[in-house]
């Protein structure tokens, strides 16, 4: 029987160690994305310093483990055997909902799934616990009060990190205004040192005084003399901070460099928990039961232990801490980490993530109804003062930097706090949330959300709150079928859900791939120059780009549409099907970026051009649309079983076949290559080829009237509607090309 426990034990340590990988990746973000966004240094150069905070934070993040020991459970009234099978019920759930997440592209938080899957797992047990004996409640099996603390604090921390961050990101601009480089003689001291003196007391007053490792005289010095170190802090930073700036050293970059280790350590000491918090406590159960259990049975073994704070062992969570480190370092996901936060965060208008949603809609234009009455009220000349402070033409930005350093700096400072302050009172607040959430107070106080980029940041703001929301009730919920499974289902079950954990891993290790495209690289430079030469460049490349994929695009789907009819396969349709619908959404976004390019450019070459760039994009919404029109006739003919493409239509269809196919590579090869020589030939064929196709339509409309019977009308008619829309590919490609050719020019 011990056996079946020292497996579950090492399964769960081995998750860990996938845990803090995939966790890292996933979430290093967070505190690497400001000091990338802004550019204040070599990527390499911040990878180091949050090395060394990710290091201090894991080796004092002991006192957060108690979270998965009793923070949500009362492990007095568990035996060993309920413990293990909550805990592994954990890890296998986290893994499931975790691949889940990421096949759907739905943003997911690991303190939110850590806390809901004991949840989840335990009330499962408790239920099992209370049908068995009708003396236990809730409040016996369930640390209720400390679970809803927790819970409260996750969702809490959302909106307070918001409105912290538009209230300190606004008096900040405020103060600095986007030209901030002209605007700290004599503010810079203060700020650095409040940024500094706030950092300060959260890293070394708070995080290092309450450390396990601090002797208790020097802990309660601090808690004593706290007033008195901040005020020296504070002058003392100030000081030195008026110093650095007169000997040319950019303060905010030095804050956001220190944000970062800060925010670092913070990430390490909060969410270490959630990667290995349960895997501990299922080791520590499992060698309490050793030393203690007697010969008792796993069953009525009562794990009172962890009733206790954790006491987790340096080496561990030093270990845990290189672990990281070496995530950061190797993963790919590392390596981009401006994502989301960023995109929705960028001072620049460009491409959205984010389609529009009516709640986005409604919420955008009641703020901006609520902005006017506002503006009605304050004088004139106030808002005229308030928005000189805000002049986004002043703004200095790196080159390739998302926002300027002294949000970075704000973002850092604020999410540190917010974190850190949570860590020291036990309250496994998200990571993820806080920065995010941060992020776009700051980015929202900061006017980087236009009218005309609102809704669909508002949208993408819903989007990841929502999806953090979905993963509590699907952690809930899975946890505790899991559990529910195991604690009948015994170790058949738990070794089905243990390979089918094993199962996931294997395909995520497979699946996992680092997608950029070349094309998001260029709409990213374009939007970054401000020479008209390059961007025309730029432009046309990037149009280039997206009308000859169109086209390959549309061959390639045109083929596949025939050959599904052709061969009787209604999967092939399917996947043609869901092809093009997935390259509308593509084609949205990409029409979306040319015309933000396009906005940028000077009046007179945007106008010349604006008329063949519609053409174009017409054009390659022309070939979705057509294509969509063929093939929804055809599936539906070959989803019903219908009477099968006859050969004699096959072979005659052949040579229109090949020659739309020819015609299609020739203007791919005529707009990918930009040499348009004998374009016009081309043109002219297809002309000519359209009037075939109109008679071969017109004969086969005679052939319908003709036949003595109904049995292949049916196929008639889909084969007439193939012959109608292989006429209008044949123009859209004539369309396409020649807006090419003209925008090319």
């Known amino acids: 029987m011990l056996t079946i426990y020292l497996c579950i034990v090492i399964f769960l340590l081995s998750l860990a160690v996938f845990d803090l990988f995939v966790g890292v990746s996933n979430d290093a973000v967070n505190f690497l994305q400001s000091a990338v966004g802004a550019k204040v240094a070599k990527f390499r150069t911040i990878l180091i310093i949050a090395s060394f905070g990710v290091v201090l934070g894991a080796v004092m993040s002991s006192g957060m483990m108690d979270v998965a020991r009793h923070g949500i459970m009362n492990p007095a009234q568990f035996s060993f055997h309920e413990v293990m099978i909550i805990f592994l019920s954990v890890m296998v759930t986290d893994v499931i909902v975790l691949d889940i997440f990421n096949r759907l592209g739905m943003p997911t938080s690991t303190t939110v799934s850590m806390v809901f899957e004991l949840l989840g797992a335990t009330f499962m047990l408790a239920i099992i616990k209370m049908a068995a004996d009708s003396s236990l409640g809730f409040s016996d099996l369930l640390n209720t009060e400390q679970a809803l603390k927790v819970i409260i604090a996750i969702f809490v921390s959302v909106a307070i990190a918001f409105v912290f961050g538009v209230i300190v990101q606004y008096i ?95 990430f390490a000491g909060n969410d270490l928990v959630n990667f290995i918090g349960v895997p501990l406590a299922g080791l520590d159960s499992y060698q309490t039961y050793l030393a203690q259990g007697n010969g008792t049975a796993p069953t009525s073994f009562l794990m009172t232990s962890l009733v206790e704070s954790a006491k987790t062992p340096p080496f561990y969570l030093m270990l845990a801490g290189v672990i990281m480190i070496i995530a950061m370092a190797t993963s790919k996901k590392a390596h981009r980490v401006i994502k989301t936060s960023v995109d929705l965060a960028r001072q620049d208008e460009g491409d959205e993530m984010f389609g529009s949603s009516g709640a986005a809609r409604s919420i955008v234009r009641f703020t901006q109804n609520t902005n006017s009455y506002v503006m009605k009220i304050i004088p004139n000349r106030i808002i005229d003062w308030i928005n000189s402070r805000f002049d986004h033409r002043a703004a200095s930005l790196d080159d390739g930097a998302a926002y300027d350093v002294v949000r970075a700096a704000v973002n850092l400072v604020l999410a540190s706090m917010l974190i850190t302050f949570g860590t020291n009172y036990k309250l496994p607040l998200s990571t993820t949330y806080v920065t995010f959430m941060v992020a776009m107070g700051t980015s929202l106080a900061d006017r980087a959300w236009s009218r005309e980029s609102a809704v669909f940041r508002v949208t993408g703001v819903l989007s990841v709150i929502g999806g953090w929301f979905i993963t509590a009730g699907v952690a809930f919920l899975c946890s505790a079928v899991v559990a529910l499974l195991m604690f009948y289902g015994g170790i058949l079950v738990q070794a089905a859900f243990i390979a089918l954990v094993v199962y996931c891993l294997f395909r995520g290790s497979k699946d996992r791939s680092d997608g950029g495209s070349g094309k998001d690289d260029t709409y990213r430079l374009m939007m970054r120059t401000h020479d008209p030469v390059i961007l025309w460049d730029l432009l046309s490349k990037h149009v280039s780009r997206t009308q000859s994929y169109m086209t390959r695009f549309a061959n390639e789907q045109y083929n596949a549409i025939l050959d599904g009819f052709i061969n009787d396969k209604p999967s092939v349709l399917r996947h043609s099907l869901s092809a093009l619908r997935n390259e509308k959404t593509s084609l949205t976004k990409y029409r979306r970026q040319e015309l933000m390019a396009l906005r940028k450019a000077p009046a007179d070459l945007a106008i010349e051009r604006n008329t063949w760039f519609h053409v174009g994009m017409n054009a390659s919404q022309q070939y979705i649309y057509g294509l969509r029109r063929m093939l929804e006739p055809i599936k539906e003919h070959v989803d019903n079983n219908f009477t099968p493409i006859t050969q004699r239509l096959i072979d005659e269809y052949q040579p229109i076949r090949l020659k739309i196919t020819d015609f299609l590579t020739q203007a791919e090869n005529f707009i990918a290559t930009g040499r348009f020589e004998n374009y016009r030939e081309l043109l002219d064929k297809a002309e000519q080829f359209e009037t075939e196709l109109s008679d071969y339509r017109k004969k086969h409309i005679d052939r319908i009237q003709m036949a003595p019977d109904n049995e292949t009308f049916q196929l008639s008619l889909v084969y007439l509607n193939l012959l109608q829309e292989s006429e209008l590919l044949i123009s859209s490609m004539r369309h396409q090309l020649r807006a090419a050719k003209k925008f090319k020019e």
């Open 172 to 266: 900040t601009r405020i103060i600095f205004t986007f030209n901030y480089k002209k605007n700290m003689r004599y503010t810079i001291a203060i700020f650095g040192g409040i940024a500094f003196t706030a950092l300060a007391y959260f890293i070394f007053m708070k995080g290092v005084g309450n450390s396990p490792y601090i002797s208790e005289s020097i802990r309660q010095f601090i808690n004593d003399h706290i007033g008195m170190l901040l005020v020296y802090t504070f002058i003392g930073s100030a000081i030195l901070m008026q110093f650095m700036h007169l000997m040319g050293v950019n303060i905010f970059k030095f804050v956001v460099l220190m944000g970062t280790f800060a925010l670092a350590m913070a």
